[in-house]
């Protein structure tokens, strides 16, 4: 066995190890839009616009540009033990009032031994151990924070 035989096996190490966190990141961030979403108490868990195009209330994706882009959790790639997605959450004044408002919230989850850091809105860090089988409600506080980001939209509209 020489240096590039070891510097081969090193580099499937590593790229092993970056798909085993990125399926948990993932995973982990489904889970927290999910825990999100059952928080709510929403109407529905789908509305429709005036073209009668269904949509959901709580969405998982990325912003691209300043547009929301729906994703599913597989579609979040990341890099370097860091996933960047976000959480839209659509508001109203009623069922069937329009315009609805579009609140997106970024999150951030990075590796930190064998815990995921999570920030919120760019502003709260709440670390969070990763298990292999997903714990209901370990996003408690997580949820409690992109709350807190959805009201805080709302605080910096007429600052």
Known sequence: MNYADLTKTYTLFCKRRADHWR????????QMVDEFEASLDLPASTWQDRNLKT????Q?????????????????L???????FAIQL???K?????????????????????????TIANQSTIPLYVQKTAAPGRFAEAVTAVKAAV?????????
Do not use: M, W
């Open 55 to 58: 949509h959901r209330y709580v």
């Open 94 to 118: 009623g069922p069937n009032l329009h315009p609805k408002l579009d609140v997106n919230v970024p999150v951030e989850f990075l590796i930190d031994d064998n815990r995921i850091r999570v």
């Open 60 to 76: 998982l994706g990325e912003v691209e540009g300043g547009a929301f882009v729906p994703r599913q959790p597989q579609q979040l």
């Open 90 to 92: 659509t508001l109203e």
């Open 23 to 30: 399926t948990i990141l993932q995973d982990s961030a489904q």
């Open 151 to 159: 009201e805080r939209h709302f605080s910096r509209t007429f600052d």
């Open 78 to 84: 990341g890099h370097d033990d860091v996933l960047r």
